[in-house]
């Protein structure tokens, strides 16, 4: 399917530059998407499981990072999955263990098995 789109798409341009049927289009009025922040990383726990799984996945290493923020306490979560069978816990709970996070977010609990907590003064 996506062969024959893309043919065609070439082809397209072929006919048209043979047409000499082009538009130029001037190109100094450029545009650019903004810098990404620290402050893009942060966790909502109000977001599905399936949201905040996507989310660390995509800022984990060797980008800064997706974190939440508790009081004074910045948790960097690098990596961790959705469980499938979990105690009932409410929104926003998060447990710690020695070597795991458990945190309740809107539709399910995610076990995060690989973090960083940094103490912000």
Same mark, same amino acid.
């Given at each position: 399917?996506?062969?024959?789109?893309?043919?065609?798409?070439?082809?397209?341009?072929?006919?048209?530059?043979?047409?000499?049927?082009?538009?130029?289009? #001037?190109?100094? #009025?450029? *545009?650019?998407?903004?810098?990404?922040? +620290?402050?893009?990383?942060e966790?909502?726990?109000?977001? *599905?499981?399936? /949201?905040?799984?996507?989310y660390?996945?995509a800022?984990?290493? +060797?980008? +800064?990072?997706?974190?939440?923020?508790i009081?004074?306490?910045?948790?960097?979560?690098?990596?961790?999955?959705?469980? /499938?069978?979990? #105690?009932?816990m409410?929104?926003?709970?998060?447990?710690? #263990?020695?070597?795991?996070?458990?945190?309740?977010?809107m539709?399910?609990?995610?076990?995060?098995?690989?973090?960083?907590?940094?103490k912000?003064?």
């Amino acid at each position: 399917m996506y062969r024959q789109i893309i043919y065609q798409t070439v082809y397209d341009a072929i006919i048209r530059i043979e047409k000499d049927d082009l538009e130029l289009k #001037k190109q100094d #009025k450029g *545009s650019y998407f903004g810098k990404r922040t +620290p402050k893009d990383g942060e966790i909502c726990l109000d977001w *599905s499981g399936e /949201k905040i799984i996507r989310y660390i996945k995509a800022l984990s290493h +060797p980008y +800064p990072g997706a974190f939440l923020r508790i009081n004074d306490l910045k948790i960097i979560l690098w990596r961790g999955f959705i469980e /499938k069978k979990s #105690k009932q816990m409410d929104l926003g709970v998060i447990e710690k #263990k020695q070597d795991y996070i458990k945190i309740k977010c809107m539709d399910s609990v995610i076990k995060i098995d690989e973090f960083e907590i940094i103490k912000e003064s």
